[in-house]
Every structure is written in structure tokens, then in C-alpha cells.
């Protein structure tokens, strides 16, 4: 069985690491390539930085952050946030990314995914997918969760997978920042459904719930941002205890060169 991933998430804003409640009320977190290291150094598997205000501004991601990241850190990272076009993913690459998520595009226009899927390979193409729980229905969400749209998580996911995406980075809005457990009945659908990994990312604010997204969620990676951040929860700490627990992550030491 592989080992279930830990993400730390640094949203980026204005050149400043921020997190909200309910993707609003923004607080500033800290500098996202001293984050970055850090996390690297304390075991995290991987890391994702989006830059969460591009596609509602109508412009391109950060290369020259994404180059200072990828000179500072050991572990693969995941860039997403103003993606639209291939050259796009390409830059990205060639600052030193090692897979883009898409999301807003992607809705609008979904054979990105196949266009990044077949230049660049599944495993560099996240489709991140905003969810808010409406009337009784898990409506996908555009621009950093502004406005709604007419697709609904199960079947945009699926469709993204039929065309290419190697992970979905599923972030339930209902749950973001309000540390009361991730979507774990929704995780564990998409689990059900789809034959690539998903990230469960929104709800984190004990080391119990990182545990329910992987034993009761069956997702394959937990991200999450806040508890991080802040030094609520510690890497070591949480792998050490999900590892009493039975999950499989892996070792600080396995994941250092």
C-alpha cells in the first residue's frame, strides 16, 4: 500500500503566505519559501502553493517565487492558481515545479486537462476542485470560491479523471478553516468513484481528523494549511501518531536525501 501523504498549503497572496476562514478573512501567515524550508526539513511529503487571488485578478502565477521555492526545498511541490494555457505549465516546469493544479480553467475549459495530461504527463496535472455544500448538493465553485457553478464534485471529478488528471485536490469550502474535521463522507465517495489519488484538503484542527480523512475519508493525501502555519500541530508529531495508529506515512528520514 503507499504511503498516505502529509501537504503543507501555503496560499499565497501578494508575495505573503495568508489563511482564511470559509476562503475569507485572510490573515497573514508568514514567507512562503521560509515556510517552504521548514516544512521540508520537518518531514512533509510533498507541498502545495496556490496563488489564490490570480485567476479572480486575470493574471499569471509566480515564476520568481516558484524559483526561489524550488532552490530552497527537497521535496516535491504543486503550484496552481492563473493556469490557462500550456505555456503556462511549461514555465512553471522550468522554474523547477514538479506538478501545476488547475481548477478554475480547467471548469471553463476542461480540455486543459487533457492538453497538460498529454504534453506534460497525469502525474504533473492536479485538478483542484472548490466545493461548497448547497442544498443538499456539492456545487463546484470558480475564482477562489466566488462564484458557483452549474457542476456538481462527483461528476466534474470523474470527468476530469476520464481526461487525464493524475490527482484530485478536493477542498470542501463548508469545512475550510474551521478545524472541525475534514469532508470525510465526500472523500470517501470520490475515493469509491475515481481510480487516481484524491487530497482531501479543508477542516484540519487535530491530529484526529488527519486520521479520519485517511481511515474513514480513504484519502490518499491531507492537506492542510493553518494548523501548520501557526504551530498547532508539529509533522513529526502527527506522522508519529498516525504511524501508532496504523497508517502508513512515511519517516522524516526516509523523505531527506
Avoid at 93 to 101: H, P
Avoid at 208 to 231: M, N
Wanted: proline content about 3%.
Amino acid at each position: 500500500m503507499l504511503a498516505k501523504r502529509i501537504i503543507p498549503c501555503l496560499d499565497v497572496k501578494d508575495g505573503t503566505t495568508v489563511k482564511g476562514i470559509n476562503f475569507i478573512n485572510f490573515r497573514d501567515a508568514g514567507d512562503p519559501v521560509e515556510l517552504g524550508r521548514q516544512y521540508s526539513e520537518q518531514g512533509a511529503d510533498e507541498l502545495t502553493y496556490l496563488d489564490i487571488t490570480a485567476s479572480h485578478e486575470g493574471r499569471k502565477t509566480f515564476l520568481d517565487l516558484v524559483r526561489r521555492v524550488a532552490a530552497n526545498i527537497n521535496i516535491p511541490f504543486t503550484v496552481g492558481g492563473g493556469i490557462n494555457e500550456l505555456k503556462d505549465v511549461d514555465a512553471l516546469l522550468n522554474a523547477g515545479a514538479d506538478k501545476v493544479s488547475v481548477n478554475s480553467a480547467a471548469i471553463r475549459r476542461p480540455a486543459l486537462i487533457e492538453e497538460v495530461a498529454g504534453n506534460f504527463g497525469s502525474q504533473v496535472c492536479v485538478v483542484a476542485i472548490d466545493a461548497d455544500w448547497v442544498d443538499g448538493r456539492w456545487i463546484c465553485y470558480l475564482n477562489g470560491g466566488r462564484i458557483p457553478t452549474d457542476k456538481e464534485l462527483f461528476s466534474w471529478a470523474k470527468e476530469a479523471e476520464q481526461r487525464g488528471a493524475g490527482e484530485i485536490l478536493f477542498t470542501s469550502m463548508t469545512h475550510d478553516g474551521v478545524k472541525e474535521g475534514y469532508a470525510n463522507e465526500a472523500l470517501a465517495e470520490l475515493a469509491g468513484r475515481l481510480h487516481i489519488p484524491v487530497i482531501a484538503s479543508g477542516g484540519a484542527g487535530k491530529i484526529s481528523h488527519f486520521y479520519d480523512a485517511f481511515a474513514i475519508g480513504k484519502a490518499d493525501a491531507a492537506l492542510a494549511a493553518s494548523v501548520f502555519h501557526f504551530g498547532e500541530i508539529g509533522i513529526g508529531e502527527l506522522k508519529e501518531s498516525l504511524r501508532k495508529k496504523g497508517i502508513n506515512v512515511r519517516s522524516v528520514m526516509e523523505i531527506r536525501p
